[in-house]
């Protein structure tokens, strides 16, 4: 079964920096792509950014030039710098990771449970 345990938000106030991290654990055959994604109240979850294995990134043109994404495929972690942080940054940051578990033919989409992010003075 596959987990992902997300650290490191909080409370920043505009302008600041937050570093988030995520954990993937579980008998995965193979981890595809790992990134982020993020929901604000009453707004659709939207991609912050993703990391190919082979380090390929993704991001939303709103975080472009200020958040940076890397992962460390040896410990199945992924990495979110955030810097200038912004109060329309503030949102529920969820780590997703594509992947195939061991027994399972297909890739899989999974999900962490949530860190939040306030950016306020």
């Known amino acids: 079964q596959a987990q992902l345990v997300e650290s490191g938000g909080g409370l920043v106030q505009p302008g600041g920096s937050l570093r988030l991290s995520c954990a993937a654990s579980g008998s995965f055959a193979s981890i595809n792509v790992m990134g982020w994604y993020r929901q604000a109240p009453g707004k659709q979850r939207e991609l912050v950014a993703t990391?190919?294995?082979?380090?390929?990134?993704n991001y939303a043109d709103s975080v472009k030039g200020r958040f940076t994404v890397s992962r460390d495929n040896a410990k199945n972690t992924v990495y979110l710098q955030m810097n200038s942080l912004k109060s329309e940054d503030a949102a529920v940051y969820y780590c997703y990771v594509r992947g195939r578990m061991v027994l399972i033919l297909t890739e899989r989409d999974y999900w962490g449970q949530g860190t939040q992010v306030t950016v306020s003075s």
């Open positions: 990391i190919t294995s082979g380090g390929t990134t």
